[in-house]
T-cell receptor
Framework: KQEVTQIPAALSVPEGENLVLNCSFT??????LQWFRQDPGKGLTSLLL?????REQTSGRLNASLDKSSGRSTLYIAASQPGDSATYLC???????????FGKGTSLLVTP | GAGVSQSPSNKVTEKGKDVELRCDPI?????LYWYRQSLGQGLEFLIY????????KSGLPSDRFSAERTGGSVSTLTIQRTQQEDSAVYLC??????????FGEGSRLTVL
């Protein structure tokens, strides 16, 4: 069964810093990987989707990379802002099932 | 519609009552997912629909839980004889299978 781990569980940084969130998964035979953001009391907002054949995806200040062989993905946030404060979730879809397998998330606080 | 719509947004019920939660996916999305998010826990997969059929019901926690989807669109998640441990946020997502998932805002269920 695919296990997804996110480190760190929580992170606090001052505004303007660049930061990296980590996601690891146990089965490298993945179909795709998706990063989400969740604000308190809200649903999940899709940030980036990386297909298994891709190495990275970029959207604005966000860059997600994928290294299937090592079972890792990173989400890089450039020039962080207080509005980036949220929980960031990594989810993996593999070939063995239909569901996305989620990590428990990294709770990010960006202080002014 | 423009996004995934879920109703009700909040539901408070008494233990033993039945509840129905509704999900209206993005128009044209053939895949529909139900997840559950309990306080402090990760996202727990419940069920997946492709069209009106549910090839993966593996996540339904007990036979008190059921779901259906009609017309390849709206889905209803039914919980019979609710228990306090059913209290959670129930999240629905849809996609053009097997692509990027888009989530609704969730239905928060509280069982007293």
């Amino acid at each position: 069964k695919q296990e997804v781990t996110q480190i760190p569980a929580a992170l606090s940084v001052p505004e303007g810093e660049n930061l990296v969130l980590n996601c690891s998964f146990t089965d490298s035979a993945i179909y795709n990987l998706q990063w989400f953001r969740q604000d308190p009391g809200k649903g999940l907002t899709s940030l980036l989707l990386i297909q298994s054949s891709q190495r990275e995806q970029t959207s604005g200040r966000l860059n997600a990379s994928l290294d299937k062989s090592s079972g890792r993905s990173t989400l890089y946030i450039a020039a962080s802002q207080p509005g980036d404060s949220a929980t960031y979730l990594c989810a993996v879809r593999d070939y063995s099932g239909y569901a996305l397998n989620f990590g428990k998330g990294t709770s990010l606080l960006v202080t002014p | 519609g423009a996004g995934v719509s879920q109703s009700p947004s909040n539901k408070v019920t008494e233990k033993g009552k039945d509840v129905e939660l509704r999900c209206d996916p993005i128009s044209g999305h053939t895949a529909l997912y139900w997840y559950r998010q309990s306080l402090g826990q990760g996202l727990e997969f419940l069920i997946y629909f492709q069209g009106n059929s549910a090839p993966d019901k593996s996540g339904l926690p007990s036979d008190r839980f059921s779901a259906e989807r009609t017309g390849g669109s709206v889905s209803t998640l039914t919980i019979q004889r609710t228990q306090q441990e059913d209290s959670a946020v129930y999240l629905c997502a849809s996609s053009l299978a097997p692509g990027e998932l888009f989530f609704g805002e969730g239905s928060r269920l509280t069982v007293l």
